[in-house]
């Protein structure tokens, strides 16, 4: 599997939980790794993590926080 498709799927993992989805999963190292709301920041740092291995490719801005 390469990176990006790591990274496409981390980003759709994590696009899942803000709009609602309580449990995700995604293969990382071989390994099915699941992602709850309270993780979020754990698929964040892997989506980092899998962004600077491409150099930056790809890098997209974060998902904006509305504060009420």
Same mark, same amino acid.
């Given at each position: 599997?390469?990176?990006?498709t790591?990274? !496409?799927?981390?980003?759709?993992a ?5 709009? +609602? $989805? ?7 190292? +071989?390994?099915t790794v699941?992602?709850? $709301?309270?993780?979020?920041?754990d698929? !964040?740092?892997?989506?980092a993590d899998l962004e600077? $291995?491409? +150099?930056g490719?790809?890098r997209?801005?974060r998902? !904006?926080?509305?504060?009420?």
């Amino acid at each position: 599997m390469t990176i990006e498709t790591q990274l !496409a799927e981390a980003r759709e993992a994590y696009h899942k939980l803000i709009t +609602g $989805q309580s449990v995700v999963r995604i293969q990382r190292d +071989g390994k099915t790794v699941e992602y709850s $709301q309270a993780s979020k920041k754990d698929l !964040a740092a892997y989506i980092a993590d899998l962004e600077s $291995q491409l +150099g930056g490719a790809g890098r997209r801005r974060r998902p !904006a926080r509305f504060i009420l």
